[in-house]
T-cell receptor, first 115, second 113 residues
Framework: ETGVTQTPRHLVMGMTNKKSLKCEQH?????MYWYKQSAKKPLELMFV???????ENNSVPSRFSPECPNSSHLFLHLHTLQPEDSALYLC??????????????FGSGTQLSVL | DQQVKQNSPSLSVQEGRISILNCDYT??????FLWYKKYPAEGPTFLIS?????DKNEDGRFTVFLNKSAKHLSLHIVPSQPGDSAVYFC????????????FGTGTSLTVIP
């Protein structure tokens, strides 16, 4: 069983749909993250949760809504997305949200296409 | 404004030769740097890191060099192997509060057998 698991791996949705991305980590970490990777752009941090509390929201549009019910699970709820939101969405975890000399562990990502 | 830059989108190297991947950063507050490797359809995996108190860190075939005065780091892979073909991301952290990781755009390495 891998450390960070993301589902689904691929998602195609219309602009009026509502869908959710799921992330689960089996590493006992306290912090979880959502990153967005668009073509030819750096990974962009979207949200950080530490001990289930949101500690970072990087000016993400409200059509992206995160949820962290416990330290092992993280969701990203999507509604009324735009075609430019098509990207690879990566979940990551780390022992805490002040990584310092720690590192992020990534899931395999969800490749999202918005039509 | 991009704080971590990888100016070479791609690099091709012969098997057995050295691969050198470069990364520049702009924020002098960064004090911890990492390299991640990403295969297609997989998430990035941690490769090697270096703290700003060092100028070199080595792990097997992988060595990271840090030049703080030039705000530059590089990853050396010796000898390069076909399995090293992947996208390599440079990342930096240390800016408080929040202590985010800032990533570059990646360099796609192809090792030719």
């Amino acid at each position: 069983e891998t450390g960070v698991t993301q589902t689904p791996r691929h998602l195609v949705m219309g602009m009026t749909n509502k869908k959710s991305l799921k992330c689960e980590q089996h590493l006992g970490h306290n912090a979880m993250y959502w990153y967005k990777q668009s073509a030819k752009k750096p990974l962009e941090l979207m949200f950080v949760y530490n001990f289930k509390e949101q500690t970072e929201n990087n000016s993400v549009p409200s059509r992206f809504s995160p949820e962290c019910p416990n330290s092992s699970h993280l969701f990203l709820h999507l509604h009324t997305l735009q075609p430019e939101d098509s990207a690879l969405y990566l979940c990551a975890s780390s022992p805490s949200d002040s990584p310092g000399n720690e590192k992020l562990f990534f899931g395999s990502g969800t490749q999202l296409s918005v039509l | 404004d991009q704080q971590v830059k990888q100016n070479s989108p791609s690099l091709s190297v012969q098997e057995g030769r050295i691969s050198i991947l470069n990364c520049d950063y702009t924020n002098s507050m960064f004090d911890y740097f990492l390299w991640y490797k990403k295969y297609p359809a997989e998430g990035p995996t941690f490769l090697i890191s270096i703290s700003s108190i060092k100028d070199k860190n080595e792990d097997g075939r992988f060595t990271v060099f840090l030049n703080k005065s030039a705000k530059h780091l590089s990853l050396h892979i010796v000898p390069s192997q076909p399995g090293d073909s992947a996208v390599y991301f440079c990342a930096a952290s240390g800016v408080r509060p929040g202590n985010q990781f800032y990533f570059g755009t990646g360099t796609s390495l192809t090792v030719i057998p």
